[in-house]
């Protein structure tokens, strides 16, 4: 998937035709009232959300999006044509940012959503409104104003119910390919994963849910080592983390906690991405002795941070698809839980709508 996460436009509203400056022209009458009509309106340009989308991609080809100006005004009071407004469609999820201030300027999100980026420039009035007891025939009508334009940022957070995190070459990337019909790049080294990935698991009898698989994290994510947390901005409206850890690594708990303290440490979101419910796979059980799993299984158990939220613990392998639907089911139950009390406390905020429309656009 060519996946484009982050653009930086330039929006430029149309301008307000100016008002016109005209006088009756009939027969017998030398000197006739003002008849100078009003400009138009600028157009707007306004973003619009098209859940058929799911890139930023077409961006790429276009950076700057003017909108039509607004006529000028006509003698015998004819208003001069309003400029049509521009409309950029935008995929679900398109946060816009001002360029300059980095302030959050509008959170995209439900199919159809509207918002007006730059406002047209108000046409001017014609000369027929500046009629005065002392000035029969003015000369004057005003300018259109100018239409308002500015640099924004639209960064796409992906919609997933399930995001992945792990360190590096845990199989985060394996387990995608192999529980959905996304394929993507497979490799024995760190940091294969450059960009986001999303892929539908379908469960059948309609049930179906969308899984990010991002970049691998390693210590030191929080200032920027190795690919950086960025990336967690794409899970952060994730119901459930799934962290994948290998197994096969002699201190799974050791690269559990590291995954853990670097989340705990993106304080973008509104509540730490760690207070999110989540399960652990752990991942190539292929690879140990039964005695080295069963021991490393026990470790990680005993994790205060698992203990204490009775958090599931499955043993997996990516690579013999042992265990994998046990996983499957154990992720599903876990965002069934989730979407009972979402809808509870009703904050689902239109995510489950949303996520029916991403998987259409997936499939
Ligand atoms: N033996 C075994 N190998 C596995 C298993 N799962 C993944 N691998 C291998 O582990 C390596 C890393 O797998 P990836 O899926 O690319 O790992 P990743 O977590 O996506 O890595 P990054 O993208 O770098 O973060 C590959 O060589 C896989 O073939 C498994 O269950 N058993
Ligand atoms: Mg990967």
């Known amino acids: 998937m060519n996946f484009v996460d982050e653009v930086e436009i330039h929006v430029m509203a149309g301008d307000g035709g100016r008002g016109c ?118 000369r004057y009508a005003q300018p259109g104003l100018p239409g308002e334009e500015r640099h924004i940022v639209l960064e796409l957070k992906l919609l997933a119910d399930v995001g992945l995190v792990g ?25 294969t994963t450059l960009v986001p990935q999303l892929g539908v698991v379908d469960l059948g009898d ?71 419910p989540f399960l652990i796979a752990l991942n190539k059980m292929d690879i140990p002795s039964k005695e080295e799993l069963q021991e490393r299984l026990g470790a990680i158990k005993k994790l205060p941070q698992v203990s204490s939220s009775a958090a599931n613990v499955v043993c997996i392998s990516a690579a013999t698809h042992e265990n994998i639907a046990e996983l499957l089911k154990t992720v599903q139950g876990l965002l069934s839980e989730y979407s009972t009390q979402s809808l509870d406390a009703g904050q689902d905020g239109g995510q489950s709508e949303r996520f029916l429309e991403t998987i259409t656009v997936l499939h």
């Open 21 to 138: 400056v005209s006088f009756r022209h009939e027969k017998f009458v030398p000197k006739g009232g003002p008849d100078g009509g009003d400009g138009g309106d600028g157009g707007n340009v306004v973003l619009k959300v098209n859940p058929n989308l799911n890139t930023l991609s077409s961006f790429r080809k276009r950076r700057i999006y003017r909108a039509v100006n607004g006529a000028p005004g006509m003698g015998a009071n004819r208003h001069g044509k309003s400029g049509k407004d521009l409309v950029i469609p935008v995929p679900p999820g398109t946060e816009v940012k001002d360029k300059d201030t980095g302030a959050v300027l509008a959170d995209l999100t439900q199919p159809g959503e509207e918002w007006v980026a730059a406002r047209g420039g108000k046409g001017g009035l014609g000369n027929s409104h500046f009629v005065s007891a002392t000035r029969q025939a003015p």
């Open 167 to 191: 360190l590096p070459n845990a199989g985060k990337s394996t387990l995608l390919s192999v529980v959905t019909s996304a394929r993507p790049k497979i490799a024995n080294y760190p940091f």
């Open 206 to 276: 309609d049930r179906s849910f969308v899984i990010a698989d991002i970049p691998g994290l390693i210590e030191g994510a929080h200032t920027g080592t190795g690919m950086g947390i960025e990336f967690l901005r794409h899970i952060e409206r994730t119901k459930v983390l799934l962290f994948v850890v290998d197994v096969s690594d002699e201190d799974p708990c050791k690269a559990f906690l590291t995954v853990w303290n670097e989340l705990e440490r993106f304080h973008r979101c509104s509540s730490p991405l760690t207070e999110k």
